[in-house]
């Protein structure tokens, strides 16, 4: 059997949902928009002046994160007149990876953490890092992943330990952004 690698070939079909995700979120204004809004920000005109973002541009992306899910679109219930926006469930779910995204600017392009500091509501204290998590908890690293085929999971969910299975470790790869 050939050595497994992810298909990079396919990133553009359904197989990958990276391209998916890419083409709803992957723009640095949705990224000021979604950091926004997970700060409480929810019309319109206070978007413009927190985010220094252009009329015409704040529309079209308050649109197609409407349209993708991501936000809601309804009429303030104190001013029928303003339009309020509102992280969804979907939304809310990309909190991860904004912080993620914060951290890694903080330790390779500013070098200092930015200010304020996230920190757990109970005990007032910074967040740690976000990590990867095996499914025993296991802080994982790059030289610590594999791709196994979807076909292969099941039976090696089945039968711990199998030496037949391809398994292609993402540090043999040669790229470490294959994930």
């Given at each position: 059997m050939g050595k497994l690698k992810e298909d990079l070939?396919?990133?553009?079909g359904g197989e990958?949902?990276?391209?998916?995700?890419?083409?709803?979120i992957g723009e640095r204004w949705c990224f000021m928009i979604l950091r926004a809004?997970?700060?409480?920000?929810?019309?319109?005109?206070?978007?413009?002046?927190?985010?220094?973002i252009a009329r015409n541009i704040l529309a079209n992306r308050l649109t197609r994160m409407v349209d993708a899910g991501i936000m809601t679109r309804r009429p303030c219930?104190?001013?029928?007149?303003?339009?309020?926006y509102r992280l969804t469930e979907?939304?809310?779910?990309?909190?991860?990876?904004?912080?993620?995204?914060?951290?890694w600017g903080e330790k390779w392009e500013t070098g200092i953490q930015?200010?304020?500091?996230?920190?757990?509501?109970r005990d007032r204290l910074p967040i740690k890092r976000i990590t990867m998590r095996a499914h025993?908890?296991?802080?994982?690293?790059?030289?610590?992943?594999?791709?196994?085929?979807?076909?292969?999971?099941?039976a090696?969910?089945?039968q711990a330990g199998r030496d037949d299975m391809v398994v292609r470790h993402l540090k043999e790869i040669g790229e470490p952004s294959a994930a």
């Open positions: 070939s396919t990133l553009g990958c949902s990276l391209p998916v995700s890419l083409e709803v809004a997970l700060n409480g920000v929810g019309h319109f005109e206070d978007f413009l002046s927190q985010i220094g219930e104190h001013d029928k007149r303003k339009v309020e979907k939304g809310q779910d990309l909190l991860p990876t904004m912080i993620a995204l914060r951290q930015s200010n304020p500091i996230l920190c757990d509501s025993d908890d296991r802080v994982l690293e790059l030289h610590d992943l594999c791709w196994i085929d979807e076909s292969e999971l099941q090696s969910q089945q």
